[in-house]
């Protein structure tokens, strides 16, 4: 008797554990953990992520933690490999995966949609004592891309070799890493495409004045013109310290993204308890403000079908193009 009485309240305990509006049933199909894909430390991916991983631990009661990589293409890859749960892409590096183009060696067809995450702006720093004052002054100086994989090694090539700009050489390494050799003089630049602002580079200023440079309105134009998934943008005065003064430049949105196989209960709450508490994923970084469910509009990609029921639910119209295929 005493051990069916434990086995009961064992049961009770479990059950009560289950957040509300799922089922054991439902959740039979679930991950038994989610390892999300983010990038390097000092940068936005890696805060951002521990966001995430808090919401779907603490709110849907599954482990979750937040593994650094190389960025978008390479949680791109560990995604198709189902190696991770939940993926950090911006949309450019998506352009090229979902088409077998550029970067990508064929079509990863395996990729779905689930919720906006924010803008990333094309921008970069110099020392405040430096000369440079435009790209057309980085002919033969030495730039930090950031980790390989990510947006900056995809994006920043494709500036440089369309105006003609022909560094010396080019490093790559964590966030960090980059801020730390600007300061201490061993590069002449860091180039990113992320989020406002960057931890490493806010960090960096405290300590060190920096120059954040954007790009003039038409280097602006000739790259809107020539890449899909980038648009005209600005970013706001006072994101940096020392930054008086808006600076025009591009940005492209980034998108969190699962496996197609991925079970559609378990998207469905995901994205929804994302909206839910987006108040918390801002108090982790501002750029958390801007996961909303109408910016979905900006995530050209097919979306996992238990997004699409979220979607459906607010009445947001989707484009064919995010429609998944049948």
């Known amino acids: 008797m005493?051990?069916?009485?434990?086995?009961?309240?064992?049961?009770?305990?479990?059950?009560?554990?289950?957040?509300?509006?799922?089922?054991?049933?439902?959740?039979?199909?679930?991950?038994?953990?989610?390892?999300?894909?983010?990038?390097?430390?000092g940068g936005v991916y890696f805060v951002i992520a521990g966001g995430y991983a808090k919401v779907i631990q603490e709110k849907l009661g599954v482990p979750s933690s937040v593994e650094v990589?190389?960025?978008?293409?390479?949680?791109?890859?560990?995604?198709?490999?189902?190696?991770?749960?939940?993926?950090?892409?911006?949309?450019?590096?998506l352009y090229e995966a979902l088409r077998g183009i550029g970067w990508a060696d064929h079509r990863y067809t395996d990729l779905r949609g689930a919720f906006p995450m924010?803008?990333?702006?094309?921008?970069?720093?110099?020392?405040?004592d430096s000369p440079i004052r435009s790209i057309g002054d980085l002919n033969d100086k030495v730039v930090h891309l950031?980790?390989?994989?990510?947006?900056?090694?995809?994006?920043?090539?494709?500036?440089?070799?369309?105006?003609?700009?022909?560094?010396?050489?080019?490093?790559?390494?964590?966030?960090?890493?980059?801020?730390?050799?600007?300061?201490?003089?061993?590069?002449?630049?860091?180039?990113?495409?992320?989020?406002?602002?960057?931890?490493?580079?806010?960090?960096?200023?405290?300590?060190?004045?920096?120059?954040v440079m954007g790009l003039t309105p038409q280097q602006v134009e000739t790259l809107v013109a020539r890449f899909p998934y980038v648009s005209r943008s600005a970013i706001r005065a006072g994101v940096y310290r020392g930054q008086d003064a808006p600076l025009t430049t591009v940005a492209m949105w980034n998108a969190a993204i699962v496996h197609k196989d991925a079970a559609d209960d378990f998207v469905y709450e995901m994205v929804k308890a994302m909206f839910a508490n987006v108040e918390l994923l801002a108090t982790v970084h501002p750029a958390g403000a801007e996961t909303l469910p109408v910016n979905i509009f900006y995530i050209?990609?097919?979306?996992?079908?238990?997004?699409?029921?979220?979607y459906t639910e607010q009445r947001i119209k989707l484009k064919d193009s995010q429609l998944p295929p049948r």
């Open 146 to 211: 950031g980790p390989r994989g990510g947006t900056a090694e995809f994006f920043w090539p494709r500036v440089f070799n369309l105006f003609n700009i022909k560094p010396r050489r080019i490093v790559f390494g964590a966030i960090a890493e980059g801020a730390n050799a600007l300061r201490d003089g061993q590069i002449d630049g860091a180039f990113q495409v992320i989020g406002l602002p960057v931890p490493a580079w806010v960090e960096l200023s405290a300590t060190r004045p920096i120059r």
């Open 69 to 93: 990589t190389g960025g978008p293409e390479q949680n791109i890859q560990l995604l198709a490999a189902k190696r991770i749960e939940l993926g950090l892409a911006t949309m450019g590096p």
């Open 118 to 128: 924010y803008t990333s702006y094309v921008h970069w720093i110099v020392r405040a």
């Open 2 to 41: 005493r051990t069916a009485r434990l086995g009961l309240w064992l049961a009770i305990v479990l059950l009560a554990a289950l957040p509300l509006g799922t089922d054991a049933q439902q959740r039979a199909n679930w991950p038994r953990s989610v390892a999300i894909g983010s990038a390097s430390i």
């Open 300 to 310: 050209d990609m097919p979306l996992h079908p238990g997004a699409v029921r979220y």
